[in-house]
């Protein structure tokens, strides 16, 4: 098999066969408390390629910017329901929530500011770890995949993203303080484990913004030996193509396909089809 600039196997996943049927989904948790780091962009690009290989993808915005609402071109103040009213108001059924894109197998469940309330809410909430869970219940037979775009803390609303998931993909940049601060998230996600979600796996550690310099060598090697075998094999370069296809309202995948950046994210939803993470 051959091997890249670091000495590491690197294989390529063959592109999957569409679904005849859909469900139940896999809940993936795009985390990392760190800002800046691509959690966004990957939830919508990632989502957007599993879409384009016959899966259905739901993306639930849990960050109060509802940056990933603006990504895939919904005026997030202008929604009558998000997440927040879907946790919180129990005549609600989650299924009005769901905002369907204009992209074929891609939903979203939107958020704005209204979100920040929750992190006060909850605190007082029977089963606060929970409401996430219970809130997307009723949905998951009806996708492939479920994410979950976190908001950049350890909060409340995290841990109930990380109660809600089967597994946790983690971006980091390709830059020298990525790491700061994962080993925290990594503490979150075993409490989360020990205490709440046994089942609770690290799917995988993302690296983004990586650039062909010996600076973002330097932090792949570490980045690689500090997460030994978690590390998904694609990884996604800084691109001024990103933030063309935020402001376009669409995933890179949409709007440039043939773009080197969008290349690598559908090697990444090839890479967790091949891996069974999603089916």
């Known amino acids: 098999m051959p091997t890249d600039l670091l000495g590491r196997e690197y294989e390529t996943f063959a ?57 895939l ?51 007082t909430e029977v089963g606060r770890e929970q409401v996430l869970a219970s809130t997307i219940r009723p949905l998951l037979n009806e996708y492939d995949a479920i994410i979950i775009d976190c908001q950049p803390s350890l909060g409340l609303l995290t841990v109930n993203a990380l109660t809600a998931a089967d597994g946790v993909v983690i971006p980091v940049a390709a ?49 690689h030996e500090a997460f030994e075998g978690r590390v998904l094999h694609s990884v996604i370069s800084r691109s001024i193509k990103l933030p063309d296809a935020t402001v376009a309202g669409e995933p890179i995948t949409m709007f440039s396909p043939e773009h080197k950046t969008s290349k690598e994210y559908r090697e990444v939803a090839r890479e967790l089809i091949s891996r069974g993470i999603v089916a």
């Open 175 to 223: 830059e020298f303080f990525a790491l700061r601060g994962v080993a925290l998230l990594m503490q979150s996600i075993e409490k989360v484990q020990s205490r709440i979600n046994p089942d609770l796996e690290v799917y995988g550690v993302l690296v983004t913004m990586y650039t062909r310099t010996l600076h973002s060598e330097e932090v792949l090697q570490r980045i």
């Open 15 to 71: 592109a999957p066969e569409p679904l005849k049927q859909h469900g139940p989904a896999r809940v993936i948790a795009m985390c990392n408390q760190k800002g800046g780091v691509g959690k966004t962009t990957s939830s919508i690009n990632i989502a957007g390629a599993l879409s384009l290989y016959g899966r259905k993808v739901l993306i639930v915005d849990f960050d109060p910017q509802g940056a990933a609402t603006v990504g």
């Open 73 to 123: 071109g919904i005026n997030a103040n202008s929604v009558d329901h998000t997440i927040y009213t879907a946790m919180f108001d129990s005549s609600l059924d989650v299924h009005e929530v769901v905002h369907h894109t204009r992209f074929p197998g891609l939903d979203i469940i939107p958020a704005n500011i209204d979100l920040s309330a929750a992190e006060v809410q909850l605190v």
